[in-house]
Nanobody
Framework: QGQLVESGGGLVQPGGSLRLSCAGA????????IGWFRQAPGKGREGVTCISASDSSTHYVDSVKGRFAVSRDSVKNTVYLEMNSLKPEDTAVYYC?????????????????WGQGTLVTVSS
């Protein structure tokens, strides 16, 4: 079936940076849309970013635009989410998935996988 394996979360100070990784295990992430979602305490899941399957174009929710960047490394079979200028409101469990849902942009493939989630805590 394949899996998505996440890593990179942790505790950072406001203004700091983290890089999250979403690695494909058992299948290639090439030609697969990868979305990043987050769920803050007491809130629903929110689509944050997307990297498209077709051309690797990217989409970002307004609250992270200019601070976050998603990219794909085909050699490492990994999608990264670089998070800069982190704010306390970015605190959440972050998930990657094989589909996108951010703003009014949606992209779905033939299957639906989710990473296990990685906790990002932004606090002083």
């Amino acid at each position: 079936q394949g899996q998505l394996v996440e890593s990179g979360g942790g505790l950072v100070q406001p203004g700091g940076s983290l890089r999250l990784s979403c690695a494909g295990a058992g299948f290639t992430l090439d030609y697969v849309a990868i979305g990043w979602f987050r769920q803050a305490p007491g809130k629903g899941r929110e689509g944050v970013t997307c990297i498209s399957a077709s051309d690797s174009s990217t989409h970002y929710v307004d609250s992270v635009k200019g601070r976050f960047a998603v990219s794909r490394d085909s050699v490492k079979n990994t999608v990264y989410l670089e998070m800069n200028s982190l704010k306390p409101e970015d605190t959440a469990v972050y998930y990657c998935a094989t589909h996108c849902a951010v703003n009014d942009y949606y992209e779905y493939g033939r299957f639906d996988l989710w990473g296990q989630g990685t906790l990002v805590t932004v606090s002083s």
